[in-house]
């Protein structure tokens, strides 16, 4: 379950508020929330109307907290249509950054699915966690494995990741790890595997291990041509298969009764995507034949 309910006012400004927030008040004047149910338009002390409504993940999205620069709905969206990521399956996800593409994985994976997201910074980590936690994709205080169990047993880890398997009122199918990924994955049989990270082909060798033989996809987002390039070679010197790289750039429209036109602003350049397939390997006893 979302912990934000959102207030747009009559000239269509947002403001994110807690829900428990029982009063509101702006230059608009002031209203009274606290037994109105979400989808209710309200008048405040002086006659100006409030709409109280649910905010979307994009809505929470644009006015989260941030630790570093968040990939924008339209890489995200490639991202998930081009790999085809489902419900039920299992993403292995690096860096988490602010998390806003791992409330995205979340959501498309679903219930049924997981995403396991590596971070190497704790900062960042803990700022995740807090985004991750007003959409629902964590529980409250979630533990970030590697960090609140510095000390941590195997058997303590194990119960770790029980416990964060717990599917509770949201989705609460994130879990997070501290880590350098270029050192290795821990999972094995994973779905999909996105990077969003400087130097994603230190990780391409890696992947070819952890993905599962059958479907295993590969995301990969960066925003210099040299590094993408970086990243097919690594992907093509380990076989895998279908490689596609795209840029996706998008342009607002104005649409008023003057006319339409293309917004005058727009964002040019963010990064370039790559999916590619791993190539399933072959069996031991069929490359003996072969010799
Ligand atoms: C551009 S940000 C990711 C933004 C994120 N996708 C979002 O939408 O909020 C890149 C993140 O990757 C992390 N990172 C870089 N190299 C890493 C590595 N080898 N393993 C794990 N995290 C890494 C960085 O610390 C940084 O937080």
């Not at 807690?18 to 037994?35: A, P, R, T, W, Y």
Request: charged letters at 30%.
């Amino acid at each position: 379950m979302k912990t934000k309910k959102l207030i747009i006012d009559e000239r269509e400004k947002k403001y994110l508020l807690k829900n428990k927030v029982n009063e509101f008040g702006n230059d608009l004047g002031v209203i009274n929330i606290s037994d109105k149910p979400l989808g209710t338009a309200i008048k405040s002390h002086n006659g100006h109307e409030f709409y109280l409504v649910e905010p979307t993940t994009y809505d929470i999205i644009k006015k989260m907290k941030r630790s570093v620069t968040t990939l924008l709905p339209k890489d995200i969206g490639m991202i998930i249509a081009y790999c085809g990521i489902e419900d039920g399956e299992t993403v292995v996800e690096a860096g988490t950054g602010s998390a806003a593409l791992t409330i995205y994985l979340a959501n498309a994976v679903g219930k049924n699915g997981k995403v396991i997201t590596y971070e190497k910074r704790a900062d960042a980590a803990k700022i995740a966690r807090t985004n991750l936690e007003i959409v629902g994709a964590v529980k409250e205080n979630q533990k970030i494995i590697g960090i609140d169990e510095e000390e941590q047993t195997e058997s303590e880890k194990e119960e770790i990741i029980e416990t964060n398997e717990i599917k509770e009122s949201g989705l609460c199918n994130v879990i997070q790890k501290i880590g350098d990924i270029t050192e290795g994955i821990e999972e094995t049989n994973i779905d999909v595997l996105v990077l969003d990270m400087p130097d994603p082909w230190n990780v391409v060798e890696h992947a070819k291990k952890a993905l599962n033989p059958s479907k295993g996809r590969i995301a990969m987002y960066v925003p210099y041509i040299e590094q993408a390039k970086k990243g097919v070679e690594a992907l093509k010197e380990r076989g895998f298969l279908d490689i596609l790289t795209v840029e996706c750039i998008v342009r607002n429209m104005d649409i008023s009764e003057k006319g339409v036109r293309p917004s005058t602003r727009m964002v040019g350049h963010t990064g370039y995507i790559t999916v590619a397939r791993v190539r399933p390997q072959q069996e031991p006893e069929q490359e003996q034949e072969q010799l």
